[in-house]
């Protein structure tokens, strides 16, 4: 899709992300729009579910974005006590391939279920113990890991720093 679509796209339905995109090609918004069709909103379509199979990495404002959203929505339920961004976000590295969230909870079901129910959420890639994988509907990959209040400095320093640096630092 070119600029003139985009901005069209943009001016006309306020459209500025991936998922309000999905959305509003799902809703068939698009094909409402003068020069578009349903071809085009099926097209649309398939370029998201690529994106959103294959991943990628993200602007640092966008994760960022990502992670604010997050972190309010998990600390509005109180079985969280503390949530904070590792990895290459907390890095602030130009672009971020997934977004690690550190987090001390109450209760590990629970926090589970919250986590996985964040509407952001297309899906569940795995569920442990200690961590769980989701992809936003944006094809961001989100990992939560979960450690106790007394061992949550050292786990914020390892899982934000790269490999390479907690190897140099073994």
């Known amino acids: 899709m ?13 459209v500025s992300t991936l998922e309000q995109l999905e959305e509003a090609a799902l809703e068939h918004k698009l094909s409402s729009l003068p020069g578009f069709g349903q071809k085009i909103e099926k097209t649309v379509l398939r370029g998201i579910q690529k994106v959103q199979q294959k991943g990628g990495r993200f602007l640092l404002r966008e994760a960022g974005e990502h992670f604010c959203s997050y972190k309010k929505y998990l600390l509005e339920h109180s079985v969280f006590f503390r949530v904070e961004a590792a990895g290459s976000l907390r890095r602030a590295k130009e672009t971020v391939g997934d977004l690690d969230i550190l987090v001390v909870c109450e209760d590990w079901g629970r926090a589970s279920e919250v986590f996985c129910s964040y509407p952001g959420v297309s899906r569940v890639i795995s569920r442990g113990q200690k961590r769980l994988a989701v992809v936003l509907r944006s094809g961001m990959q989100v990992d939560m890991r979960v450690t106790t209040g007394e061992d949550f400095g050292v786990a914020l320093h390892y899982f934000t720093g790269s490999k390479a640096h907690n190897i140099a630092g073994s």
């Open 2 to 14: 070119g600029g003139k679509r985009t901005a069209t796209i943009y001016s006309s339905l306020g």
